[in-house]
Nanobody, 126 residues
């Protein structure tokens, strides 16, 4: 069973940057799409970004487009989320997740993601 461990969260001022990492165990990482989601206090978990298994395609939520970049290193079983121009409304716990179906394009469907990390907290102060 795959394990996902996020890191890189923290406190940052508005306009600043953070880079989140998600390290995955197991042999299926390189054949699986990966995604980042977030959940703010009192709100439902929402899609942020996803990347297909090969890294050849990505998709983003409109709220982060142009500010966040998802990437992956299949040799290191790691997916990243570079977050620039952070806003207070980006404050949330960020989760990485693995697509349950191999060799698919990027998706925003939360139902496709069957394995989740424990989350890393990002706080953006104004």
């Amino acid at each position: 069973q795959v394990q996902l461990v996020e890191s890189g969260g923290g406190l940052v001022q508005a306009g600043g940057s953070l880079r989140l990492s998600c390290a995955a165990s197991g042999r299926t990482f390189s054949t699986s799409g990966m995604g980042w989601f977030r959940q703010a206090p009192g709100k439902e978990r929402e899609f942020v970004a996803s990347i297909m298994w090969s890294g050849g395609g990505t998709t983003y939520a409109d709220s982060v487009k142009g500010r966040f970049t998802i990437s992956r290193d299949n040799a290191k079983n790691t997916v990243f989320l570079q977050m620039n121009s952070l806003k207070p409304e980006d404050t949330a716990v960020y989760y990485c997740a693995k697509d349950s179906i191999p060799f698919q394009g990027p998706t925003s469907l939360i139902s496709r993601f069957g394995s989740w990390g424990q989350g890393t907290r990002v706080t953006v102060s104004s």
